[in-house]
């Protein structure tokens, strides 16, 4: 957001720094928020002796939307609504931004959904266990 409006420049850092430090920053802080607990809600429930094939199945699974499928879906919103080109890239491209920022916490709202309660996480350890 900062750099599709400019900001950097008014505060006097290049294009070329703000990308690659902000890039850098902001994916780390990604990793850290959507794949540790993510993986450690996997381990609390997947059995024993499956430990290695279910992480493997769910990582893949992270890394095909992280890499692939938000890239596809980013690219069809460009091209069906936004339309930011080559010509015009300074003028649309905050446009852009504002849907990958909103687009952000819509998991969020199914988050109540997707995270198991204290109780179902002990019954399936209990259960695993038991096996």
Known sequence: MVQALRWNVAIGLSDT??????????ESFEHVLIFFPTK??????????TEATLMALSFTIMQINQF????????????LF???????????????????LFGSFIPLLFLWKMLPSNEEIKALQTKNTLK
């Open 17 to 26: 720094l703000t990308y690659l430090f902000g890039s850098q920053v902001a």
């Open 40 to 49: 450690i809600i996997t381990a609390l429930m997947i059995p024993r002796g």
């Open 68 to 79: 692939t499928i938000r890239n596809m879906l980013g690219l069809t919103i460009n091209y």
């Open 82 to 100: 936004v339309g930011v080109t080559n010509d015009n890239t300074a003028e649309r491209y905050y446009i852009l931004t504002v849907i990958r």
